[in-house]
C-alpha cells in the first residue's frame, strides 16, 4: 500500500509560483510512476505531469509545458510540481498519484492523495 499526502497549495496571483510536495509512505513507492493531476470545478479530472521511478523521465500537459516542473526525490519519498507563471486558469484541486504504469489516464493510476487546492487570481 502507498499512502501520499499533498501539501503547498494556497493562492497566488497570475504570473506567481507554487510548489507542490507529495509524501508518501510504502515500500513499492519508489518502483511507482507518479503523476499530479487536476480538477477545476465542473470538469474532468486531467493529466498535469508525471515521472519515471527513477525520475530521469517526465511528460506534460501541453498546457503547462515549459512553466511547470514535476521532480522526484526519493531518498525522502516525495514528488514535487514546481509551477510558475501561473494563469488563472490554472486553478484547480491538484491530486498526486503513483501506479506502476506509464500513463495520462487517470484510471491507471492505483494511489491517489486527499488534493490540494490550488487558486490563481487575476
Known amino acids: 500500500q502507498v499512502q501520499l499526502v499533498e501539501s503547498g497549495g494556497g493562492l497566488v496571483q497570475a504570473g506567481g509560483s507554487l510548489r507542490l510536495s507529495c509524501a508518501a509512505s510504502?515500500?513499492?513507492?519508489?518502483?511507482?510512476?507518479s503523476g499530479w493531476f487536476r480538477q477545476a470545478p465542473g470538469k474532468e479530472r486531467e493529466f498535469v505531469a508525471r515521472?519515471?521511478?527513477?525520475?530521469?523521465?517526465?511528460s506534460y500537459a501541453g498546457s503547462v509545458k515549459g512553466r511547470f516542473t514535476i521532480s522526484r526525490d526519493n531518498a525522502k519519498n516525495t514528488v514535487y510540481l514546481q509551477m510558475n507563471v501561473l494563469k488563472p486558469e490554472d486553478t484547480a484541486v491538484y491530486y498526486c498519484?503513483?501506479?506502476?504504469?506509464?500513463?495520462?489516464?487517470?484510471?491507471?493510476?492505483?494511489?491517489w492523495g486527499q488534493g490540494t487546492q490550488v487558486t490563481v487570481s487575476s
Open positions: 510504502g515500500r513499492t513507492f519508489r518502483r511507482n510512476t
Open positions: 515521472i519515471t521511478s527513477s525520475g530521469i523521465t517526465t
Open positions: 498519484a503513483a501506479g506502476d504504469s506509464w500513463s495520462t489516464d487517470a484510471r491507471e493510476y492505483d494511489y
